[in-house]
């Protein structure tokens, strides 16, 4: 009985921060312009901090240096990505992170440049990036519809994969990666994600294939998604990114399907179908 009420209440909290991160994340996309910008921006810092603390558990990594460059590639996508400022701010952190290292080596006797240097930018190519394509979407003329498509073929393909996983699930996905994660809640997952994306066409009564796209993008993508957070989780030895979302564990795992999401979503509908 203390173990049922135990999950019952486990629940209610589960969908009651959900339902107010869903509340949050629709509002700003829907306000869009610095509502939008300072969203993403928080979620994205929050998460690289994340981020920064499970990898600095096995290494030393230049927070400082991350965060940084982070805020310097999130400030100027609000005039959208120059590709050259952003390859320069990543080889100047990169620079900045190394000469950190000499000075620790000449002062210590001891450095960590290559795992350092890997750690701190795999955070802003991992997150940072992600994110902030995902400002640059929300501009496009059809930005709005594609994010909410996204966010709404994620959460949908998530439930089902783990109502169906949890019912069904036989034939593990990946074992030694995320134990729980099975074929059938693979399968149910994707099929839930498509078939969101082709709601969202039959209610705007408009062509299904950019949708079916986003459905297909979150089903296989976002799931795959899921799993890369989860070997990082896996080597660092943590069961949650962090604590900020009750009953959901941090940011970085609320968010960690998007990511690869958003980036395609941005790829191909703002570059390639542009």
Known sequence: MDRSGEKIRELAVRGATGAIVVAVVLGALYAGGRAWTLLVSVLSILSLSEFYGMVSRKFKVSKGVGFIAAILILFTASDGIHPISLVLTLCIASFVILF???????????????????????????????????????????????????????????????????????????????????????????????????????????????????????????????????????????KDSGKLI?????????????????LLVYVIFGVILR
Request: aromatic content about 10%; hydrophobic content about 45%; glycine content about 14%.
């Open 246 to 262: 009750p009953g959901h564990g941090g940011i970085l795992d609320r968010f960690d399907s998007v990511l690869v999401s958003g």
């Open 100 to 238: 950190l290292e000499i000075a620790r080596r000449e002062l210590r006797g001891e450095s960590y440049a290559i795992w350092n240097m890997g750690g701190t930018m795999a955070g802003i190519l991992y997150i940072v990036i992600p994110w902030t394509f995902m400002i640059l979407l929300r501009r496009l003329p059809s930005g709005g519809i594609l994010l909410f498509t996204m966010f709404l073929c994620t959460w949908s393909c998530d439930v089902a994969a783990y109502l169906i996983g949890s019912r069904w699930g036989r034939i593990r996905l990946c074992e030694n990666v995320s134990p729980k994660k099975t074929w059938e809640g693979f399968i149910g997952g994707l099929s839930a994600s498509v078939l969101a994306g082709v709601s969202v066409a039959y209610i705007l009564e408009t062509q299904p294939m950019p949708f079916i796209y986003v459905g297909l993008i979150c089903g296989i993508a976002g799931q795959i998604g899921d799993l890369a957070e989860s070997v990082i989780k896996r080597e660092t030895g943590v």
